[in-house]
């Protein structure tokens, strides 16, 4: 259980990584909180001949407000969102779900952009990005550009980034008025990587549904966005008397699109059942959240 | 690139300066080049948590943090615990008059794990605790008497007996 040997470079400047990142080419690793890339060297499942460690680039330390919503930086730890009062109440679904990664240890050194660069189908950050509308911020030594966070995501492990580039920072838009949330996840043991887990939105006016976001965690191929249910609850009536037929027709709308694989946490079959328990709970949170009554 | 670096750490109170391969570990660094084995080794990927030492006032896995990493930082280590006079921690303490070891390897990292706990939330309920050290596997207790241990500490910060947690 030791790492196959690498160069190991820990750069002081941004450019300085920058340039030996594309140097380095797909020989090339960035290591910020290292909870998933350090085990993944470990036990061998990969084995790049240049570390480049972003921990001592400040710059990237940097979690920012604006009128135009939040910056992440790539240093920005799972725990320095759970101490920051402007995430708990500007973005409530991301300090729900960051409250829900992993344990104590881990979420005081892993990142929140290293968690969308590894985009693990279980993980949580990859699935709040795609909920809240959020945009990933890659530099290279050619220069920086911006992706919207379904782009960025490509597939089981793997993303858009190219050879060179790293995640410098992720955005995420201000939170609209009349606006609620919610996360939830299942996993067996506390603090596991989730069976499968759902981030909701929902926008109410005068108890009408007028914008849903929903997607789902753990279903295989990275963050699974259930338009068809976004779609079905548009313009819906979310009242008393409706919300539990609509949230029923969202859950069986995510088990007929989603495509879980058997593994030897849970057979596709339990997956798909806790897809649509998923989606109800994180629909229900988002509705209380959002002032309904 | 050169495949080792000089490194200069403040472990427990006391500076160190070691050349060290880049690829070493922080936990093979303390336990076989400072000879702090109480730092225990599970599972090496990161999902036991016996490895769990202080950095820089944080909890963190040796076995996923390079020594090369911890260039500059303050560790403290389950050695690191006892007061100056040699009396126990207070959790040591606790863990010791409420049965909360058995085999003792997962005891280092629960420790870490629950002193920042209680310093960040002194009076913590019995749901705090045990999701506080869900990351930390014990395959002897049960947990249930290593819960006691963390609350027993609890009870007693809040009276007289207030000592401060690391």
Known sequence: ?293 | MPREQNIRLNVNGRVYERTVPVRLSLADFLRDHLHLTGTHLGCEHGVCGACTISMNGRSARSCLTLAVQADGAEIVTIEGLRAADGSRHPLQQAFLENFGLQCGYCTPGMLITAIELLRENPQPSEQDVREALSGNICRCTGYQAIVDSVLAVARDTQGSKKREIV
Request: neutral net charge.
């Open chain 1, 1 to 293: 259980m030791k790492p196959a040997w690498f160069d190991y470079y820990a750069p002081r400047s941004l450019d300085e990584a920058l340039r030996i990142l594309a140097d380095a080419g797909p020989n090339g690793r960035v290591l910020a909180g290292g909870q998933s890339l350090m085990p993944m060297l470990n036990c061998r499942l990969l084995n790049p001949a240049i570390l480049v460690d972003i921990n001592r680039l400040e710059v990237l330390n940097s979690l920012d407000v604006t009128k135009d919503g939040l910056t992440v930086g790539a240093l920005v730890r799972h725990a320095d969102l759970l101490h920051d009062d402007r995430v708990r109440h500007g973005w409530p679904l991301l300090f729900e779900a960051t409250k829900q990664v992993a344990h104590p240890a881990i979420r005081n050194r892993g990142t929140v952009c290293g968690s969308v660069a590894h985009n693990d189908p279980a993980a949580e950050h990859p699935s709040v990005l795609v909920t809240l509308d959020g945009t990933v911020v890659i530099a290279s030594a050619a220069g920086r550009r911006e992706l919207p966070a379904e782009q960025f995501f490509t597939g089981i492990l793997s993303t858009a980034l190219q050879p060179g580039e790293m995640v410098v920072a992720l955005r995420y838009p201000p939170q609209p008025a009349g606006t609620g949330t919610g996360f939830v996840e299942f996993a067996r043991r506390l603090g596991d990587f989730a069976m499968a887990g759902a981030a909701a939105t929902l926008t109410l006016r005068d108890g009408v549904c007028e914008h849903a976001r929903l997607t789902v965690v753990g279903m295989g191929e990275g963050p699974f966005r259930a338009r068809a249910a976004e779609n079905m609850l548009a313009a819906r009536r979310l009242g008393a008397d409706d919300r539990n037929e609509a949230f029923a027709e969202a859950a069986e709308k995510v088990r007929a699109a989603v495509e879980p694989a058997d593994d030897v946490h849970a057979s596709a079959s339990y997956r798909r059942h806790l897809a649509g328990v998923m989606t109800q709970r994180a629909l229900e949170t988002a509705l209380a959240r959002a002032g309904a009554h």
